[in-house]
C-alpha cells in the first residue's frame, strides 16, 4: 500500500512539472520574415518569475555585439553590452506574463512607449 501511494505522488509531481511550463518557454528559431531563411536558434526561458532568452546559435554569427550600445536599463548582465559575445548573452530579458503563452514588457523611451513581446499561438 505503501508503495501505491508513494508512486502516486511521484507520478503527480511528474505530471505536474511537465505540464506547468508555459508554451512560450523553449528553444525556438527566428526566422527572416522576407527570406524566411532561419537567422537564429534561441533558448527562451524563465527565472524569478521573468522571461528571459539568449541565442545558442547564429546564421554567420559575429562574435561580439559591436552594433550595440554601452548599455541598455535593466539588462541583466553588468558590463559594457557593445562588448559581449553574441552567443550566450540574454538579448530577451525581464519580460513579465500577461497570460498564459503571452509576455511582454513595456518601457517608456525618449521617443514614446516601445514594446517587447512573445507569444505562443499553435493555430
Known sequence: ??????????????????????PAEGFWLSIDEQ?????????VYQEEGKLYG????MRA???LAD??????????ITGK???MPVIGTPWIYGLTMNKI??????KMGRFGRRQQQIWADFE
Do not use: H, Q
Not at 539568449?54 to 546559435?57: F, G
Open 1 to 22: 500500500m505503501k508503495k501505491i501511494i508513494l508512486t502516486f505522488f511521484v507520478v503527480s509531481a511528474v505530471c505536474g512539472i511537465c505540464f506547468a511550463a508555459d
Open 35 to 43: 527570406s524566411g531563411i532561419v537567422t537564429a536558434g534561441w533558448e
Open 54 to 57: 539568449r541565442i545558442l546559435s
Open 61 to 63: 554569427a559575429p562574435r
Open 67 to 76: 552594433r550595440c550600445r554601452d548599455s541598455y536599463p535593466g539588462f541583466p
Open 81 to 83: 553590452v557593445n562588448e
Open 101 to 106: 503563452g503571452e509576455w511582454r514588457k513595456r
